[in-house]
């Protein structure tokens, strides 16, 4: 079980500061909601979580049990249990959606679990697991035949995230804007997923805008606002339906 601390973080990128002081802490079996207005630095954490070179840590820590990650490189911090749900994933033409997925996991297992954690050897034995993990999303099995993303629509974009997430079984998920450009019944079935592969021992982070995703999660722990580069408000799951009702600016201003 881990748990994640960030310490006083300031992050830049290029000349411009970004993060300005993020303190956040979570722990086994939580879901974190952040949410905040466009431009207020949520990807960013995100991104420098999972050490984008790109954005550069000035102050502040990032640890995992206790111990600082700032020195990993992305892979990694992906060893140590990491994993980032992309809001815009690419499509990597010629790179099949299966073998993708049976490759991460392979070269990710024993760096998780050690010797408890079963590596699949044949395509046959990885083919009957990730099956199971297929319906806890509600993707069907002709979804494995496909390349990585290409010619995905907007949900099975972010159900696939999600399967990644199922099949890995990171310990520490962020899934940045899983709602993004998605209808009413797609944001459902993504949170539905989203449910089904929560742990009593991983956490996940949910980045977005809109408390729509969240109505429909099994569960919901504690929501950040986030704004200005920082975490300036911590509540409960009211708080996001206190967010859809009156917006950003009564708490932004309520902070300045």
Do not use: C
């Amino acid at each position: 079980m881990v748990v994640l601390e960030i310490k006083d973080l300031h992050v830049k990128r290029e000349s411009k500061e970004i993060l300005k002081g993020v303190n956040l802490k979570t722990g086994p079996g939580e879901v974190h909601a952040i949410m905040g207005p466009n431009g207020s630095g949520k990807s960013t954490l995100a991104y420098t979580l999972l050490g984008h070179p790109k954005y550069q840590v000035t102050q502040g820590d990032i640890l995992l049990d206790g111990e600082s990650i700032l020195d990993l490189k992305a892979h990694e911090r992906a060893k140590k249990g990491l994993f980032l749900g992309f809001q815009y994933p690419t499509e990597v033409s010629g790179v099949g959606f299966s073998h993708f997925l049976r490759t991460s996991y392979n070269a990710l297992s024993k760096a998780l679990h050690g010797e408890d954690r079963e590596v699949f050897i044949t395509v046959r034995e990885f083919q009957k697991y990730l099956k199971g993990n297929l319906k806890q999303v509600g993707l069907p099995d002709e979804f494995l035949s496909r390349y990585l993303n290409e010619g995905f629509s907007g949900g099975e974009k972010k159900r696939s995230e999600v399967l990644q997430m199922s099949v890995l079984k990171p310990k520490i998920s962020m899934l940045d804007e899983p709602d993004s450009g998605l209808d009413i019944d797609a944001v459902q079935t993504v949170a539905q997923a989203i449910s089904e592969v929560s742990t009593k021992d991983a956490t996940v982070i949910i980045i977005t805008h809109y408390a729509r995703i969240l109505k429909f999660l099994k569960k919901l722990d504690f929501v950040h606002v986030f704004a200005n580069g920082k975490v300036i408000k911590t509540g409960d799951a009211s708080l996001a339906d206190e967010l859809e009702k009156k917006g950003y600016d009564w708490v932004v201003k309520k902070q300045s």
